[in-house]
């Protein structure tokens, strides 16, 4: 049995899965859900499609892929988690990726933004190159996506964590969890 909380505490745990709060009220406002599932479809649906100006709320909350993120806020340690990759004491691949994002943030005006979890920092930079030749509206719509697809993996940490007889957790379906909620 799932025990998804409701009004304040859910719109709070959906800002932090995603800090736009047209569609945390949005969401929240369907509660109670019957289940997971059912919280999840409907957060995909409230994110499809997120509005530039949504897009650009959202990103103040993200820190650059590679950087630390600063806090001990709950999206911080989505954060944390997510860009956790196994080659990060690479120094070159780091400072190609610290490069890659000063030449993205001077293209497009925003810091890079990719779904983290579950890529290596090689894939991530290759990602970053290829969408530096985007055109601004594609790659508007990439990010939109990216911040739908992070929300709703952070969304299905937190539906782990509220059910009462919690599945097996493994790295692969947990590897957005932040340190401390493992």
């Not at 810091?111 to 290596?120: D, N, T, Y």
Request: aromatic content about 4%; proline content about 5%.
């Amino acid at each position: 049995m799932t025990t998804i909380p409701v009004g304040d505490e859910l719109r709070t745990a959906l800002l932090a899965c995603l800090a736009v709060p047209r569609w945390a009220d949005a969401v929240a406002g369907q509660a109670p859900f019957a289940s997971a599932a059912d919280l999840i479809e409907a957060a995909r649906a409230a994110a499809t499609p997120l509005p530039r100006s949504e897009i650009d709320e959202a990103m103040a909350e993200h820190p650059r892929i590679g950087e630390k993120p600063a806090g001990d806020s709950q999206a911080a340690g989505f954060s944390r988690a997510e860009q956790a990759s196994v080659d990060s004491d690479d120094a070159e691949l780091a400072a190609a990726v610290a490069d890659g994002n000063r030449v993205y943030e001077a293209r497009f005006d925003r810091v890079f933004l990719i779904r983290a979890a579950g890529r290596s920092r090689r894939e991530i930079l290759a990602e970053l190159r290829r969408r530096l030749t985007l055109d601004d509206d594609t790659e508007a719509a990439i990010v939109g996506s990216e911040l739908r697809d992070i929300a709703l993996l952070r969304l299905g940490v937190l539906a782990r964590q509220w059910q009462d007889d919690p599945v097996q957790k493994t790295e692969a379906t947990d590897s957005a969890a932040p340190r401390d909620a493992r």
